[in-house]
């Protein structure tokens, strides 16, 4: 597959009792990176694809998980992904030292995000 899905990510209204609960459903392990509002989770899942968890930026919205899929271009991505019809929900933006992430809703109203690694 040329665009895998490789992180998936919860934003929850409850940090604390989302990682309660998850990692004693499966046993995850978490890794914390401070956040400006707040931390951010990094899942420890070992094998397959990884996550994160972090307090939903809006305190009104559901919590939902977020799948992302790795792109080559995330600019060229977005931009296609504009032009057939998506909502750029968080245009391009870069994520630390580690690459850049992009959040569309499609035309039926999902959301999906896009994620380009950082090239060592």
């Given amino acids: 597959m040329s665009n895998p899905f490789v992180h998936v990510e919860l934003n929850t209204t409850d940090l604390p009792k989302a990682k309660a609960f998850y990692g004693e459903l499966f046993d995850w392990k978490f890794e914390s990176y401070p956040m ?3 931390e951010y ?3 420890k899942v070992g094998e ?3 996550g994160g968890m ?3 930026p809006s305190p009104e919205g559901p919590s939902f998980w977020l799948a992302y899929v790795l792109v080559d271009d995330i600019e060229a991505a977005t931009a296609k992904a504009k032009s057939l019809g998506a909502t750029i929900i968080k245009d391009v933006m870069e994520v630390g030292g580690a690459g850049w992430l992009s ?3 499609d035309p039926t109203g999902a959301m999906l995000g896009f994620w380009k690694a ?3």
Avoid: A, C, P
Wanted: hydrophobic fraction near 35%; proline fraction near 0%; glycine fraction near 16%.
């Fill in 54 to 56: 972090m307090q939903h």
């Fill in 48 to 50: 397959g694809t990884g």
């Fill in 41 to 43: 989770l990094l899942l």
């Fill in 118 to 120: 950082k090239s060592n």
């Fill in 103 to 105: 959040i569309i809703s």
């Fill in 36 to 38: 400006e509002n707040g």
